[in-house]
């Protein structure tokens, strides 16, 4: 069974900090990882995903996320943190080849402070 | 290009009333997807369809839950009667193959 784990359900990161969302992965397959971010009132937004290419992946909004099959984590990161990165971000795990049918990480709400 | 539509984005109902939920995918997706998240849950996944066939309804809770697709556009999601579980966000997306879907905002349903 494929599941994810999203470590820290709220982070608080100041304005220009790192920002990392932790997500970790169980796959009993080479596994299809995304992530996903939800402004307030909008729907999800793929932001990236990784499809067995290359292990470090660019997203939109200057997030990258890094595959590693040892540690079995898909870690997401953002060099600066910018006050428009606030919102809920999720990890998830496609469930088939289609990509579509997903498992997702319980959430981590991100607040950037000034 | 428009993105996903759900209709309405807030209801209310009282516990045994009926709610019909309603979706609107992207122009041209054949896959069509609604997954809920319940308050403090992971957002689960409920069903799939691929134009107007299900693929795939392992994530439906039970028998109050009805989904359709009408000709492999709109789709609804239909709760009859509504109980209080039932609560929650409900989110649909649509994809073409061989993408990630694209989700639209989500219909909030509160039943009291």
């Known amino acids: 069974a494929q599941s994810v784990t999203q470590l820290g359900s709220h982070v608080s990161v100041s304005e220009g900090a790192l920002v990392l969302l932790r997500c970790n992965y169980s796959s009993s397959v080479p596994p299809y990882l995304f992530w996903y971010v939800q402004y307030p009132n909008q729907g999800l937004q793929l932001l990236l995903k990784?499809?067995?290419?290359?292990?470090l992946v660019k997203g939109i909004n200057g997030f990258e996320a890094e595959f590693k099959k040892s540690e079995t984590s898909f870690h997401l990161t953002k060099p600066s943190a910018h006050m428009s990165d606030a919102a809920e971000y999720f990890c998830a795990v496609s469930l088939t080849d289609s990509w579509g049918k997903l498992q997702f990480g319980a959430g981590t709400q991100v607040v950037v402070t000034p | 290009e428009a993105g996903v539509t759900q209709f309405p984005s807030h209801s209310v109902i009282e516990k045994g009333q009926t709610v019909t939920l309603r979706c609107d995918p992207i122009s041209g997706h054949d896959n069509l997807y609604w997954y809920r998240r319940v308050m403090g849950k992971e957002i689960k996944f409920l069903l799939h369809?691929?134009?107007?066939?299900?693929?795939?309804e392992s994530g439906m809770p039970n028998n109050r839950f009805l989904a359709e697709r009408t000709g492999g556009t709109y789709s609804t999601l239909k709760v009859q009667p509504a109980e209080l579980e039932d609560s929650g966000v409900y989110f649909c997306a649509s994809s073409q193959d061989p993408r990630p879907p694209f989700f639209g905002p989500g219909t909030r349903l509160t039943v009291l």
């Open positions: 990784y499809t067995s290419a290359a292990t």
């Open positions: 369809f691929v134009k107007e066939s299900k693929q795939d």
